[in-house]
Each structure stands twice: as structure tokens, then as C-alpha cells.
């Protein structure tokens, strides 16, 4: 199990490089989940200006081209994507030169078995698994019947409350993006570490700081 701080998009992300410079990390993930191509190629450039040198692993959006999973190949040496289901967010480029590359995450819905084999295999999010365990128990089971049979090649990370909020679409979750306590991240040890891979990502909007302090604790879980 390897596991990653991450530059997450959907706030702020300049703190945060500040940080990864402070820290002098060399590998951090990148989701690109709330930038537009013009966005995207602003954080590349100051990515570069950092000590940051590689992006194993990089949550790519559906709008992005093929030629921007190819500079992150060659320039930050990215060796997983990961992406949303296309019933959720249909693709606009053809990734099939990447595709033994391109693992599909769940969310809210159960896998589409069908569409994890156009792919890699599934990008498993360990915070939306516990949250059907507690919210949607049949899909939660379906889900974990379907990763025996498929290989998991990378995973986000999150916080899981112990009580439930409503998201920006009214619906009920216990997984968040922001942790305020290492003990939300106890749900982990509930789950076989074979379902963790060598490219796990913390998707938190914390800072880097906090987020390294949750790698550690999770690691500390796990031995």
C-alpha cells in the first residue's frame, strides 16, 4: 500500500503547493475534477515551479484530451488515471490508447461490471464503499461482490463522520472531503488491505500538513 498526499481542485489548491515545496515532496496526486483545459494548464505550469517531480496518479475529468494524459506521462511520469462512470459523466475523448491505464471509480451508484471491463479495472473509493455500507447496504454489497472479480488498481481515501450530512444535491452521506479528526479515518481497518493498492490517494481538501498526519495514522492502523 502506497499512499499519496494529493492536490485536490474543487478549492484553493495554491496553499497547498506552497506546502508540497515546504515539505519538498516529490510525488503527490493531482485530481483535476474542478478545472476547465485553461485551469488545467495554470496548475501544470506551477506544479512545475515546485519540488514536485512525478504525479503517479491523477483523477482525470471527462473533458480533458488525450494529449493532456500524455504530458502528464511524460512530463510527471502519471502511471494510473482514474475517471467517473460515462453514464455519469459521458467522455468527450476517445481514451482507448489509455485504457489499460483508466480505472472507473464508484460513487453512487453500483459498478457497471460491464463498463469496468472497457478498462483497467475499478478505481475504489474506500469512503463511498463504507458510506453504502451504512447508507445503501444492497449496492454496497453488490459492489464488494464485483471486486473479486476485478482488480483494483488505485484508490481515493476520504474521512467518514459518525453522523450523516446533506451534500450539495440533498443526498445523505457520512464520507467527506474534509476531516477534522485522524479517528474518521477508523473505518479503514474494517477493510482487507488487498483492497488497497500501490496508488492511493487522500482526497481531502485539508492541507498537506493534516493530510501527511493522516497518512501516517493510517499506516499505524494497518501494522
Known amino acids: 500500500m502506497k499512499i499519496y498526499p494529493t492536490i485536490t481542485t474543487l478549492v484553493d489548491y495554491n496553499e497547498k503547493l506552497k506546502e508540497a515545496n515546504t515539505f519538498k515532496l516529490e510525488k503527490v496526486c493531482v485530481f483535476f475534477t474542478g478545472l ?14 515546485t519540488s514536485i517531480k512525478e504525479i503517479p496518479f491523477a483523477h482525470i475529468k471527462n473533458d480533458m484530451e488525450e494529449e ?3 504530458f502528464l506521462i511524460k512530463n510527471f ?27 472507473i471509480e464508484n460513487v ?43 482488480e483494483v488498481g488505485c484508490n481515493h481515501i476520504s474521512a467518514v463522520k459518525d453522523y450523516y450530512h446533506l451534500n450539495e444535491k440533498g443526498i445523505k452521506r457520512y ?22 493498492s500501490d496508488f492511493c490517494a487522500m482526497e481531502l481538501n485539508n492541507s498537506i500538513s ?14
Not at 476547465?36 to 515551479?49: A, D, F, W
Not at 502511471?79 to 482507448?96: A, G, M, R, W
Not at 472531503?177 to 488497497?196: A, M, V
Request: net charge positive; hydrophobic share 30%.
Open 36 to 49: 476547465n483545459y485553461k485551469e488545467r494548464k495554470e496548475l501544470l505550469n506551477k506544479i512545475k515551479k
Open 68 to 70: 493532456e494524459l500524455d
Open 77 to 103: 511520469k502519471t502511471q494510473v488515471f482514474n475517471i467517473h462512470t460515462e453514464k455519469e459523466y459521458p467522455l468527450k475523448y476517445d481514451y482507448s490508447k489509455y485504457k489499460n491505464l483508466i480505472y
Open 108 to 150: 453512487y451508484k453500483a459498478f457497471d461490471e460491464e463498463e469496468i471491463k472497457n478498462w483497467a479495472g475499478i478505481c475504489l473509493d474506500i469512503s463511498h464503499l463504507e458510506n453504502d455500507r451504512l447508507l445503501r447496504p444492497k449496492i454496497c454489497q453488490k459492489n464488494i461482490e464485483i471486486l473479486k472479480r476485478n
Open 175 to 196: 464520507d467527506d472531503h474534509f476531516s477534522e479528526n485522524l479517528s474518521e479515518f477508523d473505518y479503514l481497518k474494517n477493510y482487507d488491505k488487498q483492497l488497497f
Open 210 to 223: 493534516f493530510q501527511l498526519k493522516a497518512i501516517d495514522y493510517i499506516k499505524k492502523l494497518f501494522n
